[in-house]
């Protein structure tokens, strides 16, 4: 028999996928049967395990083994197929799906595909948006909100313009008017002019750019502009209203909207942003930028660990589950050890318990399959 598989499909996007109000994942069982727990009840999805899966607020969409495109909603408990073919290429981000078939372009509506550009030469999808090139247009354009908007000319038969996005941010750069130009919450922006060039990193509510005509990297929360360094930085992430970023010194710094705050005095070994946590590698220990200043996470490095929201799990030393939160509050998950494996979704974790069966953990309760 082929040990339990938990599922952690990303199909591509930034940004929280907002399960934190309730407890649904997915997982395979042994036998090879998708199930889906749901708010302390386990349902069988399909007889058979999928190509690809993303979880929803009402429900699963996901690609079964003949490549049709599925969505099981928790209201009808049942599997309805969107379209038998598979897709040429397939993004999602929270409760946004789209795919791409040749050159068309479709989102899904409900439980139904809807052709949302022909023409389409790139596509990208995060969480409430779906950023795209039209080459009959000759544009790229955003949907949001149910609104196709166009953003900027595009040349035919170049890549250009390139352009970064999050859950409500796009940014890019217009070289013919050497212009460096945001979407925020459908209003489009200009955050430099002047420019030679366009450098900018996106996230929810948050946008870290370098203002190449004043030689600054600045920030902007809400619409509202800071100075964050007046060195141009190595590198930049940004997540759900957090931006870190390694300056012109080296060192690590980091922004949520008030001070920056200097976590380092040099180069970190590495760092990760991702919803509202920073995680950087410091001195060989793993730290976490805490809203008291910054936490070490453990004595030693975990083996594995995963971010959802304001919470990091991770395996200890014994390989039992620990979780961590940006306000410093820790939890024991499993006392458990010698586990292998888990997946994050939401307020949920997964794992597959070393005496055998699939365990559900969420807001203080176990659930075993």
């Known amino acids: 028999m082929k040990p339990l598989q938990l599922i952690a499909f990303i199909l591509a996007g930034s940004g929280p996928v907002g399960l934190a109000a309730q407890c649904l994942a997915p997982f395979v069982t042994e036998m090879d049967r998708t199930m889906l727990f749901h708010d302390g009840r386990f349902m069988e999805v399909d007889a058979r395990p999928p190509s690809t899966m993303h979880v929803q607020r009402d429900g699963l969409f996901f690609t079964d083994h003949a490549g049709q495109l599925c969505r099981f909603g928790l209201e009808a408990r049942a599997v309805e197929v969107v379209q038998q073919r598979p897709a040429d290429e397939l ?24 052709l949302l550009a022909t023409g389409v030469q790139r596509h990208r999808v995060s969480d409430s948006l779906i950023v795209f090139t039209d080459s009959i247009d000759h544009e790229l354009a955003a949907y949001w909100r149910g609104r196709r908007i166009p953003l900027a000319s595009v040349t035919q038969d170049t890549d ?4 970064t996005q999050s859950a409500n941010t796009v940014t890019w750069y217009d070289r013919g008017q050497r212009t460096l130009f945001c979407f925020f919450r459908g209003e489009v922006e200009v955050l430099a002019d002047s420019c030679d060039v366009g450098m900018a990193v996106n996230g929810m509510d948050i946008i870290g750019f370098w203002d190449d005509a004043h030689q ?10 800071v100075l964050l360094s007046g060195l141009k930085p190595v590198s930049a992430q940004a997540g759900d209203g957090l931006l870190a970023f390694v300056d012109g010194t080296l060192k690590l710094k980091a922004w949520r909207g008030g001070d920056v705050v200097q976590l380092t005095d040099s180069m970190p070994s590495q760092y990760w942003v ?7 590698l410091w001195a060989g220990r793993l730290m976490l930028w805490s809203e008291e200043g910054p936490l070490e996470v453990e004595d030693l490095v975990p083996e594995q660990w995963q971010v959802a ?4 799990v991770y395996l200890d030393i014994n390989r039992e589950l620990r979780g961590i939160r940006v306000n410093g509050e820790r939890d024991h998950l499993s006392r458990e050890p010698g586990i292998s494996s888990f997946a994050v979704h939401g307020d949920a974790v997964l794992f597959p318990a070393p005496s055998g069966g699939t365990v559900v953990l969420c807001q203080g309760r176990r659930h075993t399959y």
Not at 91 to 114: E, F, I, K, N, T
Not at 218 to 223: A, L, S
């Open 160 to 163: 250009r313009p390139q352009w």
């Open 309 to 312: 929201g304001d919470r990091v």
């Open 274 to 280: 991702k919803d509202r946590v920073l995680l950087y």
């Open 216 to 225: 600054e990297f600045k920030g902007r929360r809400n619409g509202q502009e």
């Open 91 to 114: 993004q999602a981000s929270g409760d946004r799906v789209a795919w791409r078939m040749g050159d068309s372009l479709y989102v899904l509506r409900g439980d139904r595909p809807h």
